[in-house]
Structure formats: structure tokens, C-alpha cells
């Protein structure tokens, strides 16, 4: 029956409740063995009512919309493509998200591997006798800013003043 329902609808496009269980009593009329070609009052009334309950299903998947009395044909994939859409859109934020991730991963690595490398080499220098081992004179200064930005760093003749110019944004992450 449910079958019939689709079928009827999706040909028509728009029709009644009323116009639907009037078709689908003629069907069930027709293919009744009955001499007389009526169903009788009971059945009728089960048929009629299977029909409403048909159209109820398919109104809660939104294959058919119903305004008023008017019955009308949506399609049996609307509510997928409505879901395909916003599952998309969720796929799209998720992408975005791990590439975001992705990046700040990549510049946490560099970060480890910068301070990796000012490690060994102050290692080298207090090995070659080279620096002093009591350890860095004062002020000292970590800055972070992007691999892409470029830094101009000025330092006057007597070593005394230091001037940093960064074209992106940067974040001092330690100051002695």
C-alpha cells in the first residue's frame, strides 16, 4: 500500500487526503474477487485508515509536506539531501579545524627544535670554554612570532640598546 501512496503522489504532485483513499479504495475494489466489486464497510474503513497512516509517515520523513488539506510531493530523497548538506558543512568546519591544528603542531615543533638547537650550542660553548659557565649574561629574551615574519634587530655600538622591529604579530615567552 505504501507503494501505491508513493506512486500516486509522486505522479500527481499535489492532491488531497481525501483524493488518495478514493484511489486506493478503487485499486482494492478492482482486485477483490468479491462479485458485487465492493469492499464492505469495515474494510473500507481499514484501507481509509491505513492510507492516513502511510501519509503520516511520509509527512515525518518529509517526503510529502501537507498544508491544510493539500497534500503535496517533496521527493523520497529531501530529507538525505538536507542531512548530506549539513554533514558537508560539517565536514568542511572538521578540515578546517585540523589544518588549523595541523599548523599550530608545526609551530610548536619549531619552537622545540629552535630551543633544541640554543641548547647544544650553549652546551658546545661551555665545553670550548668559550662562554661563561656561570650561564647567560642578563637581559635575555625569547621571542616567538611566525616563520614567515621578518625581524629587524638593531643593536647600538656600545651594546647597551636593542631595537626589534617584527612585520607580524609576536609573543615574548621569556625576559631576564
Excluded at 539531501?81 to 588549523?100: M, P
Excluded at 647544544?120 to 625569547?142: H, M
Amino acid at each position: 500500500m505504501t507503494l501505491s501512496v508513493c506512486k500516486m503522489l509522486e505522479s500527481k504532485g499535489s492532491t488531497t487526503y481525501a483524493e488518495v483513499a478514493d484511489e486506493i479504495m478503487e485499486e482494492f475494489t478492482a482486485t477483490q474477487t468479491n462479485p458485487a466489486g465492493s469492499l464492505d464497510e469495515f474494510h473500507e474503513k481499514n484501507v481509509r485508515r491505513r492510507v492516513y497512516d502511510v501519509l503520516n509517515v511520509l509527512m515525518a520523513l518529509d517526503i510529502v509536506t501537507k498544508e491544510k488539506k493539500e497534500i503535496r510531493w517533496n521527493g523520497l530523497y529531501t530529507a538525505q539531501r538536507k542531512d548530506f548538506e549539513e554533514l558537508k558543512a560539517v565536514h568542511v568546519q572538521l578540515v578546517t579545524g585540523i589544518a588549523r591544528k595541523a599548523e599550530y603542531l608545526k609551530d610548536l615543533e619549531e619552537q622545540i627544535a629552535g630551543l633544541q638547537n640554543i641548547i647544544k650550542r650553549n652546551q658546545q660553548l661551555v665545553k670550548n670554554s668559550s662562554a661563561p659557565k656561570e650561564g647567560f649574561t642578563l637581559p635575555f629574551i625569547l621571542v616567538q612570532t611566525s616563520s614567515h615574519a621578518t625581524v629587524e634587530i638593531e643593536i647600538s655600538e656600545d651594546m647597551q640598546l636593542v631595537h626589534l622591529d617584527f612585520n607580524r604579530q609576536y609573543t615574548v615567552l621569556l625576559a631576564r
